[in-house]
């Protein structure tokens, strides 16, 4: 696969060039090669409408990505779905599908891994091996939509790694999955969670898109962030702070900040009063999500009581904030613990 390109990867107007330039094929057939690819077929022998040469030649030169299904978990009570895929390099990532009266979300993977070691989350203990094409983003959605018979209305990136630091690959595949030539889901309808990598929300907020930025905060002062993300030491959370407010001004887009309520280290009302200091006068929300209680962090998620208290606190000064809806529970539907758990079993097995 290697010396192959990956078609997927491209944008409708890219493989135009592309194969008027390799092949001297006219427009139209690039576009109906490109519809396939949006269908999400796995070989060229399955474009049916292009010649059999053309289709042999294709596949001398490229290759399709493609997300193969490796494990399916089904929340008995929720009907909540999690993949493990597993790509063509035999590298594994997560995906979750969550059924809403609005619509189905799926929250996709940026990356095999992750970096960023915040010591609440499953992913990051396995280690980061590298970053997806955009056509394994979307991938994703395209092997998710024919398993289940559906049409994602909403994405999410927030499954395993940090999409700003794949922010190319990130930022093409938001370009490619919003167009109409593709699967035509508007920005709007795409949320892209960050831990906080503050050069690149300057970055971001002049693509002008308009996703919702959701933003990993989960303590309000820098002594509490620093020992849980160790990302807030190289972007503190006055600079993550200033560039959140700026990013809402310029794009006119609400800030979501995600905050994982962990009892007994960040959920007092000091904590929250703290918070409402800092947040008071940016346009945002805040989704207070109770901590996933992963083996070997020793956290616990906080009383109900707790969480209430917050959300009373926040609201005095005008920040709304709610709890998110916990969905999955029964199948882990956090990403990062699946995978882990599959590759420690194929090690122990090896």
Not at 5 to 23: G, M, R
Not at 218 to 227: F, G, K, L, Q, V
Request: glycine residues 6%.
């Amino acid at each position: 696969m290697t010396d192959l390109t990956d078609i997927k990867s491209f944008s409708l107007k890219e493989l135009e060039e592309e194969l008027s330039a390799k092949y001297s094929l006219p427009k139209f057939r690039a576009r109906q090669v490109y519809k396939w690819l949006t269908l999400g077929v796995s070989t060229f022998d399955e474009m049916t409408d292009i010649s059999k040469e053309l289709r042999n030649n294709l596949s001398k030169s490229y290759y399709i990505s493609v997300a193969i299904i490796e494990k399916k978990l089904i929340s008995v009570y929720d009907k909540t779905v999690k993949y493990l895929f597993r790509f063509n390099d035999g590298e594994f990532v997560e995906s979750v599908v969550m059924h809403y009266h609005h619509g189905d979300t799926i929250c996709i993977s940026t990356q095999v891994g992750c970096k960023m070691g915040c010591t609440f989350c499953a992913t990051g203990k396995s280690g980061f091996s590298r970053n997806l094409l955009p056509s394994e983003m979307l991938s994703q959605i395209q092997a998710a939509q024919k398993d289940l018979g559906i049409r994602i209305s909403n994405i999410v990136l927030m499954g395993m790694g940090e999409p700003l630091d794949n922010y190319d690959n990130v930022v093409k595949f938001l370009r490619i999955v919003s167009s109409e030539e593709s699967l035509n889901i508007g920005m709007r309808h795409i949320s892209l969670s960050t831990c906080g990598l503050v050069n690149k929300i300057y970055e971001l907020e002049k693509e002008n898109f308009q996703l919702t930025l959701s933003v990993s905060l989960h303590a309000p002062n820098n002594e509490i962030r620093s020992r849980t993300m160790p990302v807030n030491k190289k972007y503190p959370i006055e600079d993550l702070l200033k560039a959140c407010r700026h990013y809402a001004n310029v794009t006119g887009r609400r800030i979501s900040f995600e905050y994982a309520m962990i009892s007994g280290v960040n959920d007092s009302n000091a904590c929250a009063e703290e918070l409402a200091k800092k947040l008071k006068g940016i346009l945002c929300h805040v989704n207070l999500i109770p901590v996933n209680e992963v083996e070997g962090t020793g956290y616990k998620k906080s009383k109900t009581e707790r969480q209430k208290a917050f959300i009373n606190i926040l609201g005095k000064v005008g920040i709304t904030a709610t709890v998110r809806r916990t969905l999955g529970s029964d199948i882990n539907a956090s990403c990062g613990q699946l995978r882990r758990n599959t590759i420690t079993a194929k090690n122990l097995s090896v």
